[in-house]
Nanobody, 114 residues
Framework: QVRLVESGGGVVQAGGSLRLSCAAS????????MAWYRRAPGNQRELVAA???????NYADSVKGRFTISSDNAKNTVYLQMNSLKPEDTAVYYC????????WGQGTQVTVSS
């Protein structure tokens, strides 16, 4: 069982920045891939960014060049640095760990005002 706790969400104006954190209850060396997903109102959940145990990353086209996913193995924490935020980035952001199996955090709200 892996517990994931997200933090860092909030309200920010367009063009601003936020950093989300996801603290895992176990060593992230035991987790194959960690990722951030988001769900905007009326939309399906979508992958935002992912990072593998080896450090490979991938991003949704909509966030490339603006968001950066990273990990701190000593703190068992994964981060999502979000810059140049847009109103369309407004969503609940979820941390995901694919051990396997799949684990999810409770979500953190990000609201970008225009």
């Amino acid at each position: 069982q892996v517990r994931l706790v997200e933090s860092g969400g909030g309200v920010v104006q367009a063009g601003g920045s936020l950093r989300l954190s996801c603290a895992a209850s176990t060593s992230i060396f035991t987790i194959s891939t960690m990722a951030w997903y988001r769900r905007a109102p009326g939309n399906q959940r979508e992958l935002v960014a992912a990072i593998t145990r080896a450090g490979s990353t991938n991003y949704a086209d909509s966030v490339k060049g603006r968001f950066t996913i990273s990990s701190d193995n000593a703190k068992n924490t994964v981060y999502l640095q979000m810059n140049s935020l847009k109103p369309e980035d407004t969503a609940v952001y979820y941390c995901n760990a694919w051990v396997p199996p799949n684990y999810w955090g409770q979500g953190t709200q990000v609201t970008v005002s225009s």
